[in-house]
């Protein structure tokens, strides 16, 4: 059974950071590619953030590049973003997803996790 733990999550003040963790499990880390998705509150999802294990490709849409970094530790199979200079504006609940990375759309994931909330005050 695929499973996605997402974590690190909190409340957190503006130019703070944060690192949230997404642990997989079921499947070989490596056969789909890791995204970050948010969906802040009244919005829709979006994608935040991917990364191709098996080529270390990564995406980051336009509002986070230069702030948020994703990588992995292959051998806990575990993704991570970093996420620095925090905005108000981040303020989401914050999914990692396995599946197929097409940039910030969500409809190539195939498996999800549960969210972790991410809030930034001003």
């Known amino acids: 059974e695929v499973q996605l733990q997402a974590s690190g999550g909190g409340l957190v003040r503006a130019g703070g950071s944060l690192r949230l963790s997404c642990a997989a499990s079921g499947f070989t880390f490596g056969d789909y590619d890791i995204g970050w998705f948010r969906q802040p509150p009244g919005k829709e999802r979006e994608g935040v953030s991917c990364f191709s294990v098996s080529d270390g490709s990564t995406y980051y849409v336009h509002s986070v590049r230069g702030r948020f970094t994703i990588s992995s530790d292959n051998a806990k199979n575990t993704v991570y973003l970093q996420m620095n200079s925090l905005k108000p504006e981040d303020t989401a609940v914050y999914y990692c997803?396995?599946?197929?990375?097409?940039?910030?759309?969500?409809?190539?994931?195939?498996?999800w996790g549960k969210g972790t909330q991410v809030t930034v005050s001003s």
């Open positions: 997803a396995a599946g197929l990375c097409l940039g910030s759309s969500p409809g190539g994931m195939d498996y």
